[in-house]
């Protein structure tokens, strides 16, 4: 079976594997070619132009595919992945990402369990050589299209209704080059920081929405949070990092658990401390577009 194929569609137990990309090619043909048999359709959305080869590789694999103006993040363009999306389960993967084989043997096992409606799936850490986590963390990487929520700024996660289960099976995730790395921070960290600062700024009802069930409007909290935070931007990454800490020390071991509470907590202090400067000097500077989804922060962002 193709992966555009009509057969499948919208059956029990069908799978839409969704994922949103820009200018790939290096990564995506790995991608696409492990989900070859155990899905019934791709739906690939590119953000903004492609200007290299992704897009006749993923027409090579049957893709429905779609062109989107450029956003500079995933999250807004998987809303509408996820609305074109025809099966009752969707997998939601990036290009740097792949089924192992212990995953495409489960994968149709995991769909048939009808008492569920998602499932959390480990995803552990790599830094362009090897992985350094072990345990996690996790990624909500498949769900039921009819229970799935999103808000689509960046980072944002999906709200999924429970039952949501955890398996030990991997969605393998390995980019070319090390997520935590002070290049990155100052480089792809700040672009999403920016990013991310404008969104919280912009009014709720320009973003883009799948499903919703929350808010019609941004929590007090946050509204205090962009009024406060050129008194917080400081302040807010000891706290960030000792909440992630306490939160994560289960999962990691102490010197990943140090690691990666570090990075949220670095990245937290550039999102207030952009607030700020866009809040108060309605400074504005372009963020270039590089690869749309911000693999190396996994946890819902402070709101």
Excluded at 36 to 43: D, K, L, Q, S
Excluded at 91 to 112: H, M, Q, S, Y
Excluded at 230 to 258: I, Q
Aim: overall charge neutral; aromatic content about 10%; hydrophobic content about 40%.
């Amino acid at each position: 079976m193709t992966a555009t194929s009509e057969q499948g569609r919208g059956k029990r137990g069908s799978i839409s594997a969704c994922l949103v990309v820009r200018n790939e090619e290096a990564m995506i043909e790995r991608c696409l070619a492990s989900l070859a048999g155990v899905v019934e359709e791709i739906i690939l959305v590119h953000d903004g132009e492609c200007e290299d080869r992704t897009l006749e590789i993923a027409a090579s694999h049957g893709c429905r595919i779609y062109t989107r103006p450029l956003v500079g993040h995933a999250e807004a363009s998987t809303v509408f992945a996820y609305e074109q999306a025809r099966c009752e389960w969707i997998l939601t993967l990036d290009a740097d990402e792949f089924l192992g084989e212990p995953l495409r043997a489960g994968l149709k096992e995991l769909v048939a369990d009808e008492s569920v409606n998602g499932y959390e799936l480990l995803w552990r850490m790599w830094d362009g050589r090897r992985y350094f986590t072990e345990n996690g963390p996790y990624k909500l990487g498949l769900f039921r299209r009819a229970s799935v929520h999103m808000l689509g700024m960046i980072h944002g996660a999906e709200d999924v209704d429970p039952p949501i289960v955890k398996v030990q099976l991997q969605l393998e995730h390995r980019p070319q080059y090390n997520n935590l790395a002070f290049g990155t921070v100052v480089t792809k960290w700040r672009r999403w920081a920016r990013i991310n600062a404008k969104e919280f700024l912009a009014p709720f009802a320009e973003l883009p929405k799948y499903n919703w069930h929350g808010e019609s409007d941004w929590p007090a909290r946050r509204r205090l949070l962009n009024r406060l935070a050129p008194l917080l931007f400081l302040p807010y990454v000891p706290v960030v990092f000792a909440v992630n800490l306490a939160r994560e020390r289960d999962v990691y071991s102490w010197r990943e658990n140090l690691r990666m509470s570090a990075g949220q907590a670095i990245y937290a202090g550039m999102v207030q401390f952009y607030v700020a400067k866009y809040m108060y000097l309605g400074v504005e500077d372009s963020a270039a577009a590089e690869s749309p989804r911000p693999g190396a922060i996994s946890s819902r962002p402070p709101r």
